[in-house]
């Protein structure tokens, strides 16, 4: 497809700014995908960088004061022993991902390779996430992701309470940065965690719950998946719900 001219571009951005009265916030979510089909198609006479479609995520966001970065964060948590992980890590798993993501994935923690490597879902599960994200048409640097705790667990056990303590408080900053508008949570411990809430993933997954304003969809953990293949059509329709509702009203644009 040839460069689109800047006074076409111009009349394609006004006409979405118009359409059907919308907020701002999906206004900018469709300026957002037009910028970046711009960048694939080859457009000229706009600036449809990167770093413009992340600084243009920025507006209209929630009001309140200048949010931390996700390096100020890290670089507070530092070379971390406020719990009893610390001894036996090899890596902080902080997380991976954009900065400015709208779907933040969570997990429960790092496991082996997680730990040796420093990154978050990088083993067999880790796999099984990212075959997950292209099916609903996204990629690993599109998307957040993240675990409740950032230090491998003992033999994969769950995290205990005072490990959670030390740790969910840079979470909570974590996403408060990123200030998505979704997150999935992959798991019974993620979902329990964050939702505060005692129900088994069976009962949690399938439906919407809110957290500080931000949407979560709890579903089954990829590492489950592995040992239960067949609760993996329940997954699929949970990321069909996910897809929906990241697509909005978009529809009436196209």
Not at 75 to 86: E, P, Q, T
Not at 178 to 185: M, Q, S, T, W
Request: with cysteine; net charge neutral.
């Amino acid at each position: 497809m040839g460069a689109v001219d800047a006074g076409s571009a111009e009349k394609l951005l006004a006409g979405i700014a118009m359409m059907h009265q919308k907020s701002a916030a999906d206004t900018l979510e469709q300026i957002d995908r037009t910028l970046r089909l711009m960048a694939e198609k080859g457009v000229v006479g706009f600036d449809c960088t990167e770093k413009s479609i992340q600084t243009m995520a920025m507006w209209g966001r929630r009001p309140g004061p200048v949010r931390e970065s996700l390096e100020e964060i890290e670089a507070d948590i530092g070379d971390c022993r406020r719990c009893s992980l610390s001894k036996n890590r090899t890596h902080i798993v902080f997380g991976a991902g954009d900065p400015c993501a709208k779907l933040v994935f969570l997990g429960e923690g790092p496991g082996f390779e997680e730990d040796r490597q420093g990154k978050p879902f990088v083993g067999p599960a880790g796999r099984l996430l990212t075959r997950i994200i292209e099916a609903i048409q996204l990629t690993r640097d599109r998307v957040y992701i993240c675990n409740v705790v950032k230090c491998r667990p003992p033999e994969n056990r769950n995290p205990l309470p005072d490990e959670i303590n030390a740790c969910f408080p840079f979470l909570e900053r974590q996403l408060q940065a990123i200030a998505p508008r979704l997150i999935c949570a992959l798991g019974t411990f993620a979902a329990q965690t964050l939702l505060g809430s005692g129900q088994p993933i069976s009962a949690m997954r399938g439906r919407f719950h809110d957290w500080m304003g931000i949407q979560v969809l709890p579903t089954y953990h990829p590492a489950y998946l592995l040992r239960n293949p067949e609760k993996k059509r329940e997954v699929w329709e949970d990321m069909k719900l996910l897809i929906k509702r990241m697509e909005g009203d978009t529809v009436n644009h196209a």
